[in-house]
């Protein structure tokens, strides 16, 4: 089974027309500080069995990381042991955000 995934383009896309998404990212809490897309709320990877309560389970909720692994991982868990199936994977992470869509987003 594949896990759906929205390419950075979609993602900016949508956040464009106004549509309401929850962004979790999975990251950890220095890489956040360092860079994040507006927006979004920090829930590391590590974090999330305690904290899936605070994710969405009625409207589209993207899962971001750093290069789209963690957030898979996320997006597997939250599927599979709670359910949900509102999610959406970043492709590529945040480093395809900052590469394609916003290069104010630093790079690492």
């Not at 950890?28 to 979004?40: D, K, L, N, T, V």
Request: net charge negative; aromatic share 4%.
């Amino acid at each position: 089974m594949s896990l759906p995934e929205l390419t950075p383009e979609q993602l900016r896309d949508r956040l464009a027309a106004g549509e309401t998404l929850q962004l979790i990212d999975v990251r950890q809490p220095e890489e956040f500080e360092y860079c994040r897309i507006a927006g979004s709320q920090l829930i590391p990877l590590g974090e999330l069995a305690r904290r899936a309560d605070e994710i969405s389970p009625e409207q589209p909720v993207v899962l971001i990381c750093h290069h789209g692994v963690r957030s898979m991982q996320a997006l597997s868990y939250l599927q599979h042991r709670r359910g949900l199936q509102n999610l959406l994977n970043l492709r590529g992470g945040i480093h395809a955000w900052s590469v394609r869509v916003d290069p104010a987003v630093p790079v690492y």
